[in-house]
């Protein structure tokens, strides 16, 4: 059998998708590793989670260094990364990230695409948008980083329905749900099929 994929994984905040991510690869379900985590927020749930797990638990921003995305770069180059996965990443990744990475980077976002993206479309944002818009059916989408935000080739949309009574909370929760369960066979599937 072929080495695990090597996993690095780029959050902000509580880090529920890295613990999904986890629990694939504690159940078999994905043949890959998390080789590093790296945050921009040294509060992250993300980083302790990581660090609980024994992973290398980089804080990594423009206040802890001169060039973060040179930073960046040289951590996933020193950990091996083969695949970069964006899980809550509230910043722009550094466009010598991107390049370096093409092909090889994903995100997920917790709503159709390209309709419920761009600048200003994060956290909760893009629920009251989806609410706001009337339609019945929302969903985490799986693409591809590239320069711009939420613009890169859609890899994979899982639907889960809008509620008449929902509030932007409980169409998050639900669809957050649906995220913990796309993201890591999205990776599996594009990324870990011949291991
Ligand atoms: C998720 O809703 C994801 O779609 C978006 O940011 C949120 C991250 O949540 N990109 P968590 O930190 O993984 O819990």
Redesign the pocket.
């Known amino acids: 059998m072929k080495a695990p994929v090597r996993l690095g994984v780029l959050?902000?905040?509580?880090?529920?998708?890295?613990?999904?991510l986890l629990a694939a690869i504690d159940r078999g379900d994905l043949p890959a590793t998390v080789a590093v985590v790296i945050a921009n927020n040294s509060n992250?749930?993300?980083l302790e989670l990581a660090r609980r797990a024994d992973i290398p638990a980089l804080h990594i921003s423009s206040r802890t260094h001169a060039d973060p995305g040179a930073a960046i770069a040289d951590a996933l180059r020193r950990h091996e990364i083969s695949v970069l996965v964006?899980?809550?990443?509230?910043r722009r990744v550094d466009p010598r990230v991107v390049a370096e990475f093409a092909g090889r980077a994903v995100?997920?976002?917790?709503?159709p695409l390209p309709r419920f993206g761009g600048a200003g479309m994060?956290?909760m944002h893009?629920h009251e948008a989806v609410l706001a818009s009337g339609v019945r059916e929302s969903g985490?989408t799986v693409h591809r980083v590239t320069e711009a935000y939420d613009a890169g080739e859609v890899l994979a949309h899982r639907p889960v329905p809008v509620l008449p009574d929902d509030t932007p909370e409980t169409l998050?929760a639900r669809?957050?749900q649906a995220?913990h369960d796309l993201y890591w066979r999205v990776i599996a599937e594009q990324f870990c099929r011949d291991r």
């Open positions: 959050a902000s905040g509580r880090g529920s998708n890295l613990a999904a992250a749930g993300a964006l899980a809550g990443y509230m995100n997920i976002h917790p709503a994060y956290g893009v985490p998050a669809v957050l995220e």
